[in-house]
């Protein structure tokens, strides 16, 4: 008897996720492209003012009177829509989460102009958070002019973040890692096919406007050595414990805004103020930091400069982005990574721990530690370094700073910065249904309560229903015998209101540890 053979169908469910990608791509790398470009004439315009007041000290009156003038569109724009506030990476994440939602239209418009008078006006922000924002809003306008939703509409806008920070620092494949690692959560091969395809085609923009020399492009004279790996881990100790105090002085500095009394949308005019005299006195210190990271790679200062060079942008950082003004910390925690390698290098130097030749080398590989410890994402921090800087001579010392000072952090009791910020943004809370189904992607990672359990064995929520189990390339149908592994993903239907209450409750269940509201059966 004859086998019929297998009609295989022509799939193109990939080739569509790569197709919308690639379109959301071009759409955010022409206008984060544009908005970084403004930012750089923006600021470079505002350090020739600054010189230009120096020769003239009356021009400093008119100079505090447009400021204030500044402050006060900026704040109003703020203020008309809030969900512009910040880097805007925790409202991302929120959207991806189904933790919140937005009008994408206003969104657009007026991160595009407040980012832009806000971080061109010399401001200790970066660029990097509103650039992930725009291209995530972009690709929530794609997805609604193309009717797409549920899991299309999340895959659009991960790509669209995805494109935005790929423009940003023209690094496409850290930006893919970290959607999925740091905002998605999950290595859904839809999100990180779209955003792939999204992030390459924004970097080409990228690289048609501003050349192809990467953003961080550092000269250095050899590769480290394994002897001084020692230093290495005293590395990422001294960068954990100060981006512990960075993630706490960030979350509570909206607390100290709240004791001025201002209106909240009005708190932007104190760092408009507090600019004036260090770009008085140190207009090459101004933004978010790109420009002291060479600087400071070209020829670092004396160690007490250092120090003070750290203060002064560590204070002013996070007063700038705890005013709630359109602006990230991307770029200025990888500047302050920077500024501690090369404290921690001239002081190994002058201790005889280490050769001056290997300070650059502490420049640049502190920059993913500090990150890789503040944000808690050594994937991502590892990747970005190694695509800004242009180079692959450092993985090997970026893998053990970023994991060193990610450990650090972990010990010491610190939150993934954008987790931390989004839980202050909204909780979620079990809404009225709306009728509308969506999906939920839950990866089992190893340790996972529910790992090598049955899935009768767990009380689930109601408003969900286990629909499937990904094991590899295939999908298994569950049922109550069917046992749960550690690589699984769990994909739940549920409603779309209540797509993020049902997660926090799928979460106790992954969790590493039980959860007293989901006790097994």
């Avoid at 379109?23 to 230009?52: K, N």
């Avoid at 994440?93 to 980012?115: H, I, M, N, S, T």
């Avoid at 004279?221 to 790996?229: G, S």
């Avoid at 160690?303 to 007063?319: E, K, N, P, Q």
Wanted: some cysteine.
């Amino acid at each position: 008897m004859k086998h019929q053979p297998i009609k295989r169908h022509l799939d193109l469910t990939r080739f569509n996720e790569i197709g919308r990608g690639l379109l959301v791509g071009l759409m955010a790398g022409v206008v984060v492209s544009i908005f970084r470009y403004c930012i750089e004439r923006g600021l470079t315009l505002v350090q020739w003012v600054y010189s230009q007041i120096n020769g003239t000290p009356w021009l400093v009156l008119p100079w505090i009177g447009l400021s204030l003038l500044v402050a006060f569109l900026v704040g109003l724009l703020v203020k008309q829509t809030p969900d512009i506030k910040g880097s805007g990476i925790p409202q991302v994440e929120g959207q991806l989460a189904g933790e919140l939602d937005y009008r994408w239209w206003p969104v657009l418009w007026k991160k595009f102009v407040g980012g832009i008078l806000g971080i061109g006006s010399g401001l200790f922000l970066g660029r990097e958070g509103p650039s992930i924002q725009l291209g995530a809003t972009i690709g929530q306008g794609f997805a609604e002019t193309t009717h797409q939703t549920g899991a299309d509409r999340r895959s659009l806008i991960a790509g669209g973040a995805a494109a935005g920070l790929s423009a940003a620092f023209n690094a496409p494949i850290a930006s893919t890692l970290f959607v999925l690692e740091e905002v998605y959560h999950n290595f859904s091969p839809i999100i990180w096919t779209t955003a792939l395809a999204s992030a390459i085609a924004s970097n080409f923009i990228s690289l048609n406007f501003f050349g192809l020399v990467p953003v961080l492009h550092i000269p250095y004279a050899q590769t480290l050595p394994l002897t001084q790996y020692g230093n290495l881990i005293g590395l990422g100790v001294f960068l954990g414990i100060l981006g512990y105090l960075y993630q706490n002085v960030t979350l509570t500095m909206p607390n100290w805004y709240a004791k001025l009394r201002l209106p909240s949308w009005f708190n932007g005019v104190v760092p408009f103020m507090l600019v004036i005299p260090i770009g008085l006195w140190w207009p090459q210190f101004l933004g978010g930091g790109n420009a002291v990271i060479l600087n400071l790679a070209k020829l670092p200062p004396i160690l007490t400069a250092l120090i003070g060079i750290f203060v002064l942008r560590f204070v002013f950082s996070t007063v700038s982005y705890g005013s709630g003004l359109p602006g990230g910390i991307f770029l200025p925690i990888l500047s302050l990574g920077a500024i501690l390698g090369a404290i921690y290098a001239q002081a190994a130097v002058a201790l005889g721990w280490m050769p001056a030749q290997y300070v650059t080398n502490f420049i640049i590989i502190a920059m993913a530690g500090y990150f890789a410890g503040i944000g808690k994402a050594p994937f991502t921090a590892i990747l970005l370094i190694t695509e800004m800087v242009g180079t692959l001579q450092h993985l090997m010392p970026l893998a053990v700073v970023s994991l060193t000072a990610y450990l650090v952090v972990d010990l010491l009791g610190g939150a993934p910065i954008y987790e931390a910020l989004l839980e202050k943004l909204t909780q979620p809370q079990r809404r009225e249904y709306c009728g509308v189904q969506d999906r939920l992607e839950v990866p089992i990672f190893e340790g996972a309560v529910i790992e090598g359990h049955q899935v009768r064995d767990f009380q689930w929520p109601k408003e969900s229903l286990l629909i499937a189990i990904r094991r590899g390339e295939r999908q298994v149908i569950p049922h109550g015998d069917t046992l749960m592994r550690a690589g699984d993903t769990l994909i739940i239907l549920t409603d779309r209101n209540n797509r993020a209450w049902v997660r926090r409750q799928i979460d106790q269940l992954t969790a590493t540890t039980p959860a007293p509201a989901l006790e097994k059966k």
